[in-house]
C-alpha cells in the first residue's frame, strides 16, 4: 500500500515569512500533484511534477520533486494570508492508484 | 481552465433515504472520474474509480451497492447513497482526469448530512 506523509501537519505563521511544507513516501511515485484546498471548497490543482529532481515555480511558490522520485516539498517566500488553506500532496499516474497525503493546514497571519 | 462542478452543493436527507449526486466535467469530456469521500480535518479518500461505459472500481472497504456510481457519458457521473445513514454524513468530492493521467481536475464538493 502507497502512503504519503506530510509535514508539518499544523503552521501558523506571520505574513512575510517563508516556509517548507514536506510530503514523503517509501513508495516511488510516477508523478505527484500539489493541491491547495480552502474550507467547504474541492481541491485546486497548483502543479503536477513527474521528473525526479524537478523543480517548477508558480510565483512564490517553488516545487521540488525528489530525485528518487519518492518525495516532494514546497516553499512559499514570503507567505501572505492568501495563502491559507489546506496543502494536499497527492501521488499516482497511470495504473497506479491515486493516494492523498494527510495535508497540512497552513494559517498566514496578517 | 478544465472545470468540474458538483450538484447539490449541500444536501440534508432522513436516513433510510437515497441521495444522487452529479459530477460533470463542463469544458472536456473525461472517460474516467473518481469519487472521494472527506471527513471534517481530515485527507481525501478515495472511494472508486468511475470509467465510462464500464462498471466503477470501488476500493476495499467501500460498499459497492450502498455506493451506486453510474458514468454514462463522457460528461457525467452519478454518485447515489442509497439508504443513508448519520454515519454517511460526509463531503463528497469528484474528479475528472483531462489528457495526461496525472491530471485531476476537482469538483467543489457536496455536503451531505443525514439525520
Known amino acids: 500500500t502507497q502512503l504519503l506523509e506530510q509535514s508539518p501537519q499544523f503552521l501558523s505563521i506571520q505574513e512575510g515569512e517563508n516556509l517548507t511544507v514536506y510530503c514523503n513516501s517509501s513508495?516511488?511515485?510516477?508523478?505527484l500533484q500539489w493541491y491547495r484546498q480552502e474550507p467547504g471548497e474541492g481541491p485546486v490543482l497548483l502543479v503536477t511534477?513527474?521528473?525526479?529532481?524537478e523543480v517548477k515555480k508558480l510565483k512564490r511558490l517553488t516545487f521540488q520533486f525528489g530525485d528518487a522520485r519518492k518525495d516532494s516539498s514546497l516553499h512559499i517566500t514570503a507567505a501572505q494570508p492568501g495563502d491559507t488553506g489546506l496543502y494536499l500532496c497527492?501521488?499516482?499516474?497511470?495504473?497506479?492508484?491515486?493516494?492523498f497525503g494527510p495535508g497540512t493546514r497552513l494559517s498566514v497571519l496578517p | 481552465g478544465a472545470v468540474v462542478s458538483q450538484h447539490p452543493s449541500r444536501v440534508i436527507c432522513k436516513s433510510g433515504t437515497s441521495v444522487k449526486i452529479e459530477c460533470r466535467s463542463l469544458?472536456?469530456?473525461?472517460?474516467?472520474m473518481f469519487w472521494y469521500r472527506q471527513f471534517p480535518k481530515q485527507s481525501l479518500m478515495l472511494m472508486a474509480t468511475?470509467?465510462?461505459?464500464?462498471?466503477?472500481?470501488?476500493e476495499q472497504g467501500v460498499e459497492k451497492d450502498k455506493f451506486l456510481i453510474n458514468h454514462a457519458s463522457l460528461t457525467l457521473s452519478t454518485l447515489t447513497v442509497t439508504s443513508a445513514h448519520p454515519e454517511d454524513s460526509s463531503f463528497y468530492i469528484c474528479?475528472?482526469?483531462?489528457?495526461?493521467?496525472?491530471?485531476?481536475?476537482f469538483g467543489p464538493g457536496t455536503r451531505l448530512l443525514v439525520l
Open positions: 511534477v513527474v521528473t525526479g529532481g
Open positions: 469544458d472536456f469530456q473525461a472517460t474516467t
Open positions: 474528479s475528472a482526469i483531462l489528457g495526461s493521467w496525472e491530471t485531476q481536475y
Open positions: 497527492a501521488g499516482g499516474g497511470y495504473g497506479q492508484n491515486f493516494v
Open positions: 513508495s516511488v511515485f510516477s508523478s
Open positions: 468511475s470509467n465510462e461505459g464500464s462498471k466503477a472500481t470501488y
